[in-house]
């Protein structure tokens, strides 16, 4: 039988092939790898506690040597680029191939920001507008992620997400909001496919005509995973936020 892989293993495999470099810059000093600022955030990410109590009661346990300050991994998580944490976010969720997925979005509030949230940012209230977090998944797996302080068209999110995910399922379901003759060609374009339920009144666009004549319902209902991945993580992490949730979508 083969033995089964530690947590602490599975992080160095995901920080390897990410190819995470050794230092995110050239400038300062270089007391700590940028690899094991890493491998720090993804373990205490996966554990799911404050960096206090990770530094306190949990690095002992898993044997981790050369641990920097508290400060220095909470500079560190916000310097760093968000190219990489969608990458170590699509490697985590594996590179297996799917059939079907989904994209949809969703809001989170960013009204019960804390008072030192807003000392931070220099306001005397809360931010009023929520952000708009867009999810590309298949299953239980989230492929890649896009979040925006500010609300736009959600076709607009299509060609990141997809160049963000390094798998493309077979067929991609999203609903209405996606409806556009040139999202069903950006999927084709990559030898793959989309499922969009037309808007009334469909005139124009060969394959949102296909969609109105020949629309498969049994297939769209697999936009499902979409809406759950969406549930799970706000009955997980709460429907607001104080801080960009960014670390917390990897688990």
Not at 14 to 26: E, G, K
Not at 34 to 58: A, R
Not at 143 to 152: G, H, Q, S
Request: charged residues 25%.
């Amino acid at each position: 039988m083969k033995k089964k892989k530690s947590l602490l293993q599975k992080i160095n495999g995901l920080i390897r092939q990410a190819r995470v470099p050794t230092y995110l810059h050239r400038f300062g000093p270089k007391k700590y790898t940028s690899i094991q600022h890493t491998k720090c955030w993804l373990l205490k990410e996966k554990i799911g506690c404050s960096w206090d109590d990770f530094i306190d009661d949990h690095i002992q346990y898993y044997g981790v040597e050369k641990i920097p300050e508290v400060s220095t991994l909470k500079k560190f998580v916000k310097r760093l680029p968000f190219w990489l944490k969608n990458k170590l976010a699509s490697l985590s969720a594996g590179l297996g191939s799917a059939t079907y997925g989904a994209i949809d979005s969703t809001g989170l509030s960013r009204t019960n920001a804390s008072q030192h949230y807003l000392q931070r940012i220099d306001r005397n209230e809360p931010i009023k507008k929520s952000l708009k977090l867009s999810l590309y998944t298949t299953g239980k797996r989230i492929l890649a992620f896009r979040l925006r302080p500010e609300w736009c068209g959600d076709t607009k999110d299509v060609p990141h997400l997809t160049k963000q995910s390094l798998t493309l399922p077979l067929i991609t379901c999203m609903d209405k909001g996606y409806d556009a003759n040139w999202v069903h060609e950006h999927f084709r374009e990559q030898g793959v496919y989309s499922i969009i339920p037309v808007r009334k009144g469909c005139v124009r666009g060969i394959y949102r005509k296909e969609m109105r004549d020949y629309f498969d319902y049994a297939q769209y209902w697999e936009r499902n995973c979409g809406e759950w991945n969406n549930s799970s993580y706000k009955r997980r992490f709460g429907d607001y936020v104080i801080q960009y949730p960014l670390n917390r979508i990897l688990y």
